[in-house]
């Protein structure tokens, strides 16, 4: 049985609350954890989407899934080790509040160390778009929403 309750894909944009909590941090890859990131992975593409963390589908654990260069990558317990000092300002949007985009700046390039599906150590040096949707779901894991960056 699935300890993990997700939320259905219509209802991903309907629980804001959730949204404000810190994640816990993952300790070990369980068929539960497995699963999870399936069905995160399926509800993304379903929205369209380009990532998404576990607490926005319910479960407030630090786990993410980004698309990088059409592949669907898996970050545990993900972490910003190094950002460029270089901010870029680009509309960005969120699967939990659809239609809505707004003017954020963030920095241009980041390196994040996180584990992977297995459980294996993990590190990634990314810019542009794939920084970005980093970023922004680590914030998510923060209990962070993007319009907490909008600028004045």
């Known amino acids: 049985m699935n300890k993990y309750k997700l939320v259905e894909t219509k209802d991903i944009k309907k ?30 593409k ?9 607490i926005q589908v319910g479960v407030p654990v630090r786990m993410l899934v980004v698309k990088n260069c059409g592949q ?50 993990l590190e990634i040096e990314a810019e542009g778009l794939v920084a970005r949707t980093l970023e922004h779901e680590i914030d998510h894991l923060n209990g962070i929403v993007f319009l907490d960056r909008v600028g004045d």
Request: charged residues 35%.
């Open 46 to 54: 379903e929205n369209k989407g380009v990532g998404i963390s576990a």
């Open 72 to 121: 669907d990558m898996i970050f545990i317990n993900p972490d910003i080790i190094r950002m460029s000092r270089h901010e870029v300002v680009y509309s960005e949007g969120c699967l939990s509040f659809p239609e809505v985009f707004r003017e954020i700046s963030r920095p241009e390039k980041i390196k994040v160390k996180a584990k992977n599906e297995n459980f294996e150590d």
């Open 15 to 44: 629980i804001p609350k959730i949204l404000r909590e810190k994640s816990k941090e993952i300790t070990e890859i369980t068929p539960e954890l497995l699963d999870l990131a399936k069905q995160m992975k399926k509800i993304m």
